[in-house]
């Protein structure tokens, strides 16, 4: 697609490039010159994917919650494709999160999973939810009423992330005693810098992945259009899709 | 014949004298849900191997109860009004569409209040140990009250979402569930210790402020998103 | 202020604005309140598109309609007369182009349009488990209505309805149903009336009953749907035709042949 190509192709290279480059960095920094702490040994190295996975997982939650509104305010299908796709990625970061939290339960508790991590447990109803988010636009045909619901339940689903963090964690009186603080704000010098790199590799990654998906939507759209123009049939009347229809440009 | 466009209040209120009025008629909702909290007292009972219950158990299975009750009733909010076209009879009067949120949200809220009358004191003879005392009666009903609130209005929401889909009752279940975690969460400390066997505990203030702190937030959020479930 | 028409179908691509429109088109919304002030043109279509994802069901449409007049709506199924209507009732938005109704656009000012409004679709919005007349008690309170209990007992009695009106909508038959779907539209007087195929399940003597509510001799602004290119143009001042959302035909009813209607459905 040599219209696609123009528009995203060149950013994207450069994203995956930079990605590349700052995750490497990251975790090389993380490997070798990160202080090894104390109780838990090498396996805390795994901190410096978990939460910076579990960061960008909310701000991509976020993100998606601003979009619907956005098409909520405006009616253009550019937002509710944006809201899609960041919810789509973010699923993908949250089971990202889910599975290397329990790696790391599983090195320092011996268990995959304990009920008292308040974050993760709120990780998982978190997941729970939005993992509604395809099978609800999958359950209404209309294109147009699809992009509607789906972004409303994007705008309540973001509500809800932060209650549900308070009722959670005040579920829970007894909060293991961390090392680390998943904020990060009293980290140790050395595990700072590798740590805040994480952030933006993982960061760099999601809108890697992102845009990727975007264009790729877009093509297809284009790809839609084209067949239309030559009359072939686009299989838009059988094919029922959870992805917001876009017009191609 | 004299005709202004009523007040949103007012279109509210002959929706829910509607709501009622066919409830009455034809009282299948309430029906299944007292039925349904009935049956899962007795699934308790074997599933758990226990002819009492106490604390935080009690308060676990009083609420895991109560909201699949509540799912029933959400299931079943719209259902009428889709099959047989009452939505667009409301959606073609001069009214404002939140009347409808206020008024299926109020019916849900009703019928919520109406099963439990039954079903708590039903729990309370069946499963629950020690009985707590009047003023533990009195906190519970407060308790209850608030989550209520709080599933009626995110049961609408949930359930105005639902009915529009090919496979309401599914979606029914999937999104409600989830989204009323806080609710059930909240609900069920808060009423452990009112069934606890060395006697009613306190009431922590922090869960009722969690319950307050949710319906507040999600009744600003349907008010402010109901319009565009029902416009097309 | 017969509206200019092409006589033949023409592809409605390019929305032509019939000349007569253009000083009716008042741009005070409240000119449509008074009894007076009614605008020349009940309805006006501006180059009116809905669509469904990427299908146009409307596609173009441009007409203006005078108060007082019948607009009777050809077309195959699926060729857009429900959409038509729907958007005119406010139930659906239009993707581009304008729609006004008694001079209110029915995207920004639906809530002008709705209460002077009657629409009868293919459901009759009633709800079984009630009685008649509580169901039109009901629709009643939702417009606003005060002491109709004597307009629904007259309007049940015109109907034939009268000796039935505490028996449960359920046990009706659908000729029963759609008579008092019809007392159900008309119960708030509306000045304009948005028929989807009235006469659907209605025998003569039933058709004759609810002529004088929404038949032409009601004296309302109507916009009606048909399949029967004889009876349709009878009952219609302006002729529209549908073919696949696309404006085929639009002119005076009296100038259109029925074959030119049966032609749509070919």
């Known amino acids: 697609m040599p219209t696609s190509n123009r528009l995203y192709g060149p950013r994207l290279r450069a994203l995956a490039i930079a990605t590349t480059v700052v995750l490497l960095g990251a975790f090389v920094l993380a490997a070798f010159s990160a202080p090894i702490e104390a109780d838990q040994g090498f396996s805390q190295k795994i901190f410096y994917v978990h939460v910076p996975l579990a960061i960008v997982t909310l701000c991509g939650f976020v993100f998606a919650g601003i979009c619907a509104v956005q098409y909520l305010r405006s009616g253009d299908s550019r937002h509710d494709l944006r809201s899609y796709t960041a919810i789509h990625q973010s699923l993908i970061f949250c089971v990202g999160t889910l599975l290397t939290g329990a790696i790391w339960a599983k090195a320092s508790w011996g268990k995959f999973w304990v009920w008292d991590e308040p974050t993760l447990v709120s990780f998982l109803i978190v997941f729970l939810l939005y993992a509604c988010y395809q099978p609800l636009r999958f359950s209404i045909e209309d294109p147009e009423r699809q992009s509607r619901y789906a972004a409303v339940f994007a705008v309540v689903a973001g509500a809800f992330v932060p209650i549900n963090f308070a009722a959670v964690r005040l579920a829970d009186p007894l909060i293991h005693p961390r090392v680390l603080n998943t904020a990060g704000g009293d980290l140790p010098d050395g595990m700072r810098l590798p740590f805040y790199l994480a952030i933006v590799g993982i960061a760099l990654l999601f809108a890697t992945l992102y845009r990727y998906e975007m264009t790729a939507k877009h093509s297809r759209a284009q790809l839609r259009a084209l067949r239309r123009r030559l009359g072939e049939d686009a299989g838009d009347g059988v094919n029922r899709s959870a992805a917001p229809r876009i017009a191609a440009s | 014949m004299s005709a202004r466009p009523p007040a949103t209040l007012a279109a509210a209120r002959a929706v829910l004298a509607k709501e009622l009025r066919l409830e009455r008629r034809a009282p299948q909702t309430l029906v299944a849900m007292a039925l349904y909290s009935s049956t899962a007292y007795v699934v308790f009972h074997f599933a758990l191997a226990r002819d009492t219950v106490d604390g935080s158990l009690a308060a676990g299975v009083l609420w895991v109860t109560l909201t699949l009750a509540a799912l029933l009733g959400i299931g079943r909010l719209f259902v009428s009004d889709r099959d047989e076209g009452g939505l667009e009879g409301f959606l073609l009067a001069p009214v404002d569409r939140s009347a409808l949120l206020l008024a299926k949200a109020a019916a849900l809220l009703a019928f919520l209040v109406a099963v439990q009358l039954v079903a708590v004191p039903l729990f309370a003879i069946l499963l629950l140990g020690p009985a707590p005392g009047a003023g533990g009666w009195l906190r519970l009903v407060l308790v209850l009250l608030l989550a209520d609130a709080g599933i009626a209005v995110v049961g609408t929401l949930v359930a105005a979402i639902a009915v529009q889909t090919r496979a309401r009752d599914l979606i029914t279940s999937i999104m409600a569930l989830p989204l009323l975690l806080p609710v059930l969460i909240a609900a069920s400390r808060a009423t452990a210790p009112l069934f606890a066997e060395a006697g009613a505990g306190a009431l922590a203030g922090r869960w009722l402020a969690i319950l307050g702190l949710y319906d507040l937030l999600f009744a600003l959020l349907a008010w402010a998103l109901f319009d565009y479930l029902v416009e097309d | ?266």
């Open chain 3, 1 to 266: 202020m017969a509206p200019e028409a092409p006589a033949e179908p023409s592809s409605a691509a390019t929305p032509r604005a019939p000349a007569a429109r253009r000083g009716a088109r008042s741009p005070n919304p409240t000119g449509a309140q008074g009894a007076g002030g009614e605008p020349a043109h009940a309805i006006e279509l501006d180059a009116l598109v809905r669509r469904y994802g990427e299908r146009a069901a409307l596609d173009g449409v441009t007409l203006a309609l005078p108060a007082g007049s019948t607009l009777v709506v050809f077309g195959p199924n699926g060729a857009g007369k429900s959409t038509l209507l729907r958007v005119l009732a406010t139930l659906l938005r239009p993707t581009a182009g304008t729609a006004r109704v008694l001079g209110c656009d029915v995207l920004r000012e639906g809530w002008r349009v709705r209460g002077r409004i009657g629409f009868l679709g293919h459901e009759p919005l009633l709800y079984g488990d009630l009685s008649a007349s509580e169901n039109l008690a009901y629709h009643a309170r939702l417009h606003g209505l005060r002491d109709a209990s004597a307009r629904i007992a007259e309007l049940l009695e015109r109907v034939g309805l009268a000796s039935r009106s505490a028996d449960r909508v359920h046990t009706f038959s659908r000729g029963m149903v759609q008579r008092l779907a019809v007392c159900r539209a008309v119960l708030h007087d509306p000045a304009v009336l948005l028929l989807d195929e009235p006469r659907a399940n209605l025998d003569p003597a039933a058709a004759e009953l609810v002529e004088p509510l929404v038949g032409r001799s009601s004296g309302r602004t109507r916009v009606v749907t048909s399949h029967d290119p004889v009876g349709g143009l009878a009952e219609g001042d302006l002729a529209l035709g549908l073919r696949a959302g696309r404006q085929a035909l639009l002119a005076p009813a009296a100038d259109v042949r029925p074959a030119q209607v049966g032609e749509l459905y070919r």
